[in-house]
């Protein structure tokens, strides 16, 4: 089992900064690939970023790329989204992930099987 708690949401303006944290125990963090999904009210949970296990590949939805950076330190068994140049429609529940072995699609909700419990970030316009 791998416990996750996230925490650094809250409420920002448009064009500011937040960054989410996603700590992890239970077991060897480095053995897993680490992403972040976001719900919207009204809408169903969404692809956001993920990071390979060195933390040598990352991915991201088209519609953070250039603005949201994702980030892990396996020392500190932890991850993190940086999130930049936010906007209203980046308001959501945003839910932290942990991907183990064997690898599959690193886009799909189900291919992971570790959730936090989600921290809410509310961008105001």
């Known amino acids: 089992q791998v416990q996750l708690v996230e925490s650094g949401g809250g409420l920002v303006q448009a064009g500011g900064s937040l960054r989410l944290s996603c700590a992890a125990s239970?077991?060897?963090?480095?053995?897993?690939?680490m992403g972040w999904f976001r719900q919207a009210p009204g809408k169903e949970r969404e692809f956001v970023a993920a990071?390979?296990?060195?933390?040598?590949?990352?991915y991201y939805a088209d519609s953070v790329k250039g603005r949201f950076t994702i980030s892990r330190d396996n020392a500190k068994n932890t991850v993190y989204l940086q999130m930049n140049s936010l906007r209203p429609e980046d308001t959501a529940v945003y839910y932290c992930?942990?991907?183990?072995?064997?690898?599959?699609?690193?886009?799909?909700?189900?291919?992971?099987?570790?959730w936090g419990q989600g921290t809410q970030v509310t961008v105001s316009s």
């Open positions: 239970g077991r060897t963090f480095s053995n897993f690939r």
């Open positions: 990071i390979r296990r060195s933390g040598g590949s990352t």
């Open positions: 992930a942990a991907d183990r072995p064997p690898f599959g699609n690193i886009y799909r909700e189900n291919e992971y099987d570790y």
